[in-house]
């Protein structure tokens, strides 16, 4: 963990400039810290391609004179810059348009124990360099010994460690620390022109809670090959099983779609929904920023919101929208603490697991896909709709009978939300935004 020393400068920098904001006749003042080192390598085919080591610290804030915002930022950490910064920060604001919605929270009286969070892993500041380009290659080594892979994509590792701090005119003032690692690798397998292409990840919080580099090489070998000889397939309607990475996918798109920052602005088909039934009783998200050692947990937003869980839908009904205090005060819903500045971002964006294995889910298909991968945009906030190139697995009486390329999914989010006709025991917990596996009662799958 970073010397407390020089965690509690950056408290007292955020501190003295959220004062001298206010002595130059600023209403509402927030300063936003960062303190990163990161660590990025790539390699392929054994040779490194890329290696980043680097550390960088940046600060923000916001000044609110008569309701009116003004923005800095700067990596220059200097009393002089910022001061000045800050002098003219409060001068751009004068001239900037009045808004009866800006203005930052009140102080919470809840606290967040951020240890019990466990959002730091203190043994990977000692992992070496050295080590961790070891396991990229070795990942990458390990894939390619299997005959099937024609090719690699590269394989990395990526580490990281931060420091956030916050502080504001209403009494705020905090900092936590949090760090980050992955190893990935990227495969292609597949004739000159049949190829076709995979990859996995392992990542988390902890250095010690990730996947061996074998169990990493030889899952994406196995994801790469299982499309090796693709078919087509006539049009059809046809029930579609989403597997855990693109269920994540899916609840990316409906996290799009109840962000208070889409309602306000109407981009949203769900804007209107508040309170109504939009999926089935399978159906039950949560943001949830408290989940310890999750990829998406924090004690506070950036706004300094505490972190909390928040019921987005419950068994089809949708029960809040995710707000800043802006949208809050916009639409007149309750703060969630999902603040990411001026947007909304997700904390730990989740579709709840069910009772049904993946397998089980699979052997319940007389006929339909398995949706493995998609490409492409065709996603429509505004309507639901989507479309968009699709690869998969076709399955023939509960079985797996032939990888399946060159289609287009089509469907809509809200009668998906409707249509999910299982969900699966298997949520994939290595991202912000997850979920399991999950049948669609139909969906269009266009091919030839």
Not at 353 to 369: A, F, H, N, T, V
Not at 431 to 447: D, F, M, W, Y
Request: glycine fraction near 10%.
């Amino acid at each position: 963990m970073k010397p407390r020393q020089a965690t509690q400068e950056l408290l007292d920098l955020a501190r003295s400039l959220v004062d001298y904001g206010r002595s130059l006749g600023a209403d509402e003042v927030e300063v936003a810290l960062g303190d990163s080192m990161e660590f990025d390598v790539d390699v392929r085919l054994g040779k490194i391609e890329n290696l980043v080591e680097a550390g960088s610290r940046q600060l923000g804030f916001r000044i609110i004179k008569d309701k009116r915002t003004a923005f800095a930022s700067s990596s220059d950490l200097s009393p002089e810059t910022l001061k000045g910064l800050m002098r003219r920060a409060v001068e751009r604001a004068r001239l900037a348009t009045a808004d009866e919605f800006a203005g930052l929270p009140l102080l919470s009286p809840q606290a967040v124990d951020i240890e019990s969070l466990r959002l730091y892993d203190p043994d990977l500041p000692g992992v070496d360099s050295a080590r961790k380009i070891k396991l990229a290659m070795e990942t990458e080594r390990i894939a390619l010994a299997d005959k099937r892979i024609t090719n690699s994509q590269g394989a990395s590792f990526t580490s990281g460690e931060a420091t956030s701090v916050l502080a504001n005119s209403h009494g705020f003032l905090q900092a936590y620390d949090q760090t980050f690692c992955s190893l990935s690798v990227s495969l292609q397998a597949g004739r000159t022109n049949d190829k076709v292409e995979d990859f996995w990840f392992t990542s988390g919080v902890r250095f010690k809670d990730l996947a061996p580099a074998e169990t990493v090489a030889r899952t994406a070998v196995a994801r790469t090959v299982r499309q090796i000889n693709p078919r087509k397939i006539k049009t059809q309607r046809v029930p579609v099983v989403f597997e855990p990475l693109m269920t994540s996918w899916l609840m990316g798109f409906l996290f799009g779609c109840i962000s208070g920052v889409s309602v306000y602005q109407k981009t949203t088909f769900l804007a209107d929904k508040l309170g109504q039934r939009v999926g089935n009783g399978r159906v039950t998200v949560i943001d949830d920023a408290l989940l310890p050692g999750r990829p998406g947990t924090r004690p506070f937003d950036a706004e300094g919101v505490p972190g909390g869980r928040t019921s987005v839908l419950d068994k089809g009904v949708l029960k809040n929208f995710l707000c800043n205090i802006y949208a809050s005060r916009k639409l007149g819903l309750p703060v969630t603490g999902n603040s990411e500045g001026t947007s909304v971002g997700p904390n730990n964006f989740c579709l709840e697991p069910g009772p049904s294995s993946p397998q089980e889910i699979i052997g319940s298909m007389d006929k339909g896909l398995i949706l493995i991968k998609t490409i492409g945009h065709g996603l429509n906030p505004i309507t639901g709709d989507i479309s968009r190139g699709a690869f998969g697995l076709w399955v023939e009486n509960g079985e797996v009978a032939y990888p399946v390329s060159e289609v287009t999914i089509a469907g809509n989010l809200g009668q998906i939300l409707q249509d999910i006709e299982m969900v699966g025991n298997d949520p994939e917990l290595q991202s912000p935004v997850t979920g399991p596996t999950i049948k669609i009662r139909e969906l269009t799958v266009a091919g030839e």
